[in-house]
């Protein structure tokens, strides 16, 4: 029973991950990250097949028109892409980062880990809020923003 669960599926059976650009090497994350000079770069680090990664997929392919003036989205398969695995401690099922003109920009969630979100919204607005706040403060020169929410209780909701 448990191998059924564990096995990976074929990522076309990701819900909306099919729809977003995917960055197939570590060459081609740097370029990502190295040659947008004006939009923040969201790179969703996890695994098409993996639940929590399908939410946040949803959310993002819902959300990337509204934020497409000032970010872009790519999916990179931690498996597929193992590069940053050490780097940036891609252990949890589904994670998110942000970039701006080459530098990883931190976000205080309140969670204690400025780093990266790691787990997925089922609100899009709130990811906009954030993502918003990234690029005014990135723009500004800041390589840590507040996130407009404290998130240190989302697991008591």
């Known amino acids: 029973f448990f191998s059924v669960l564990l096995s990976p599926q074929p990522a076309s059976q990701g819900k909306m ?10 060459w081609a994350v740097d370029q990502a990250i190295l040659t947008e000079e004006d939009r923040v770069v969201v790179l969703r680090f996890g695994h098409d097949y993996d639940s929590v990664c399908m939410q946040m997929d949803e959310i993002l392919f819902e959300l ?15 498996s ?21 003109r ?25 990811l906009i809020d954030i993502i918003e706040t990234v690029y005014r403060g990135a723009t ?18």
């Open 17 to 26: 991950s099919y729809l977003l650009p995917h960055l197939r090497s570590g």
């Open 64 to 78: 990337v028109e509204d934020v497409k003036n000032y970010a872009v989205v790519y999916l990179v398969d931690i």
């Open 80 to 100: 597929e892409v193992p590069d940053f695995n050490t780097m940036y401690e891609l252990y949890d099922p589904c994670t998110v980062m942000f970039f701006f």
């Open 102 to 126: 080459n530098k990883h920009i931190m976000v205080d969630l309140g969670t204690g880990n400025n780093n990266k979100i790691n787990w997925a919204f089922n609100n899009k607005e709130e």
């Open 140 to 157: 500004k020169g800041r390589g840590l923003v507040v996130s407009p929410k404290d998130y240190s209780t989302k697991y008591r909701y």
